[in-house]
């Protein structure tokens, strides 16, 4: 298996993060300011806005060159910083081939060792049981299950906490 790499955006991504962005099925495991139907445009902004972070904490995951997913850290702060909450996407046709554990791995090693963060966390919604197992084969736990605490596409549903805790501290 050839897994991917994380990188920075570029503005060349727009059409083939478009691409892979433009499906219901990854809309529907995404907060609402995930938009659906994903276009070009949507693209461009989410590339410029990502791209003038500092630091740049949110990656395109690159497959031989062409953006198929993102996957980002959200440094949180206030009397939560130390804390990050991850997010990751992949395009549909990538599914079920072990990217998605191999992204939240580099994730978590980001975190840890070179933002020194000291606890990351996951929000999953309770019918993304791929992602659930994602966060588990790479050491989070899941430490609360929030009762109806989302609606997406019209639907409540229960939200669960993952996180996982830097071994250094």
């Known amino acids: 298996m050839h897994y991917p790499t994380l990188r920075h955006f570029e503005l060349s991504d727009c059409t083939s993060l478009a691409k892979h962005a433009n499906n219901r099925l990854i809309w529907q495991n995404l907060r609402d300011r995930f938009p659906y139907p994903y ?16 630091p740049i904490t949110e990656f395109a995951i690159d497959m031989n060159g062409v953006a198929i997913g993102a996957a980002g850290i959200i440094l949180k702060d206030d009397v939560y910083r130390g804390n990050g909450e991850i997010g990751y996407w992949i395009g549909q046709e990538f599914w079920g081939k072990g990217i998605g554990t191999w992204i939240v791995s580099e994730l978590v090693r980001t975190a840890f060792h070179e933002l020194n ?31 109806n605490a989302i609606v997406k596409d019209g639907t409540r549903q229960n939200l669960n906490i993952y996180s996982i805790l830097n071994p250094k501290d």
């Open 117 to 147: 963060l000291y606890r990351l966390y996951a929000e999953v919604f309770e019918k993304n049981t791929a992602s659930a197992r994602i966060l588990e084969k790479n050491g989070f736990a899941k430490e609360a299950t929030l009762k």
């Open 39 to 54: 276009t070009e445009k949507d693209a461009l902004q989410f590339i410029q806005f990502v791209s003038s972070a500092s």
